[in-house]
């Protein structure tokens, strides 16, 4: 573009032409494939950092510029872009079933026939990006149907990879529950993916008028919480979901004493405290563990303790019927050196 604007002023480019041309950067569309090979003759990726189009797609060049990898897709052999879809209907019961278990309850008729009214189903490339770091929400929200995601932040001279993402989870939610709307991380698919897109409004209507938002916005703050804890730091999002819909925070103030009970499994998420005498750590736990023996016992705090705690009746159930969590609060346990591991089968000798 900035040698078709030079081109524009010697008169060579037509003013129409131009203007043309510099819509078709700026419009919305549901796809835009662009030139990126440079130069002269060729496309600039930086021609298309205002384009309002929901995906965009670079072709004619092997690979991107940092600055732009978390912004833009890369075309590439094997990749493929739906532009009729078939029939999606066969994801109807997969997102309510999804939607179910991320609520944690059954999700109404009412609400799937509101929100299906204007659904789409689109399908990404390995690689391709969904969400835009610091760009504004376009109107859409996301449920995994199919596939991973990374989401990515990039802070202009490193990438980091914050989470993984698979098949259940909703993308794009937290800005609409917060308000901010606008994307504090990329989303890259990690490998071919389908997803389900919602409108924000209905969904926004659904949040809002089913009572969902302090619940939403307090397993938010909670998910960030859990993963800075060793027991939690391995878990794949959809799994941190649900504890984090089961944890609860309890503070104790300072320089208080109390009795610790088999009721609950406490986690030490701040503050100085002691127990029977002995100093804790961010990451001690008390009470009823998982797959370990239980702490009981006197507590006195020091500073203003903030615990997490989980009931162990909804705790035991979720470790049933989770295997990731089972399995790797059994690794910790065993990373720990923890004496009151006795689950093991030992060595086995084959012949």
């Known amino acids: 573009m900035e040698s078709i604007r030079e081109m524009q002023k010697l008169g060579i480019v037509s003013h129409d032409t131009y203007e043309h041309l510099s819509n078709i950067f700026t419009d919305r569309f549901d796809l835009l494939v662009a ?5 002269a003759i060729h496309g600039d990726p930086v021609d298309a950092l205002n384009s309002d189009s929901d995906r965009v797609v670079f ?5 991107l510029a940092h600055q732009f990898t978390t912004t833009f897709s890369l075309a590439s052999s094997g990749k493929r872009y739906i532009v009729v879809d078939g029939d999606d209907s066969i994801y109807t019961s997969l997102m309510n079933q999804y939607l179910s278990n991320w609520l944690g309850e059954p999700f109404s008729d009412r609400w799937a026939r509101s929100i299906l009214a204007e659904d789409q189903v689109r399908r990404y490339n390995k690689g391709d990006v969904i969400l835009v770091q610091e760009e504004r929400t376009r109107g859409y929200v996301y449920l995994i149907l199919t596939g991973y995601w990374d989401v990515v932040m990039f802070d202009g001279a490193e990438f980091q990879t914050v989470a993984s993402l698979q098949a259940g989870e909703i993308i794009g939610e937290m800005a609409i529950v917060t308000g901010t709307l606008k994307r504090n991380a990329s989303v890259v698919a990690s490998s071919p993916v389908t997803v389900m897109v919602f409108s924000e409004e209905n969904f926004n209507d659904f949040v809002v008028r089913e009572g969902f938002r302090d619940k939403l916005l307090k397993r938010g703050e909670m998910r960030t919480e859990l993963k800075t804890l060793p027991q939690f730091s391995e878990l794949i999002s959809t799994v941190l979901e649900k504890v984090s819909a ?3 925070v309890e503070l ?7 009795t610790i009970d088999d009721d609950y499994w406490y986690i030490l998420d701040s503050g100085k405290a002691s127990f029977e005498g002995i100093p804790l750590t961010v990451g001690d736990e008390l009470g009823i563990r998982p797959f370990s023996s239980k702490i009981i016992g006197k507590l006195k705090t020091e500073t203003q303790c903030r615990f997490i705690r989980f009931s ?7 470790l049933q019927g989770t295997p990731q969590l089972n399995y790797l609060l059994r690794k910790y346990r065993i990373s720990e050196n923890d004496p009151a591991v006795d689950w093991l089968r030992g060595a086995v000798t084959t012949k």
């Open 35 to 39: 030139d990126g090979g440079a130069g």
């Open 59 to 63: 072709v004619h060049v092997e690979h």
């Open 246 to 248: 089961l944890c609860e």
């Open 252 to 258: 104790i103030a300072a320089r208080q004493e109390r």
């Open 312 to 318: 162990i009746q909804p705790l035991s159930s979720l």
